[in-house]
Nanobody, 118 residues
């Protein structure tokens, strides 16, 4: 059974930091491109960050460049999102995503809430 389980969300003040984790199971994690998405109330889901299969390349949304860092640990089947200098507009539910396009696999976690507020 495929599972992606996010954790690490919560309430943080503006300027603060959080680290999200996503633990994968039920598939060969190291074969998959991993991404973080987010969805704020009343808005569409947006791509935040992506990391390639061997972790040699990363991509970020312009709104988080220089503040967020995506990383992966294949031995732990885990992808991380380090979020620094958080802003109110970063408030959203953050979702973990695993993709292997050649196999038509596209897996999602249940999401973790991040709220940035004073």
């Amino acid at each position: 059974q495929v599972q992606l389980v996010e954790s690490g969300g919560g309430l943080v003040q503006p300027g603060g930091s959080l680290r999200l984790s996503c633990v994968a199971s039920g598939f060969t994690f190291s074969y998959y491109v991993m991404s973080w998405y987010r969805q704020a109330p009343g808005k569409e889901r947006e791509l935040v960050a992506t990391i390639t299969v061997i972790g040699d390349r990363t991509n970020y949304a312009d709104s988080v460049k220089g503040r967020f860092t995506i990383s992966r640990d294949d031995a732990k089947a885990t992808v991380y999102l380090r979020m620094n200098s958080l802003k109110a507009e970063d408030t959203a539910v953050y979702y973990c995503n695993a993709v292997k396009r050649v196999w038509g696999h596209d897996y999602w976690g249940q999401g973790t809430q991040v709220t940035v507020s004073s």
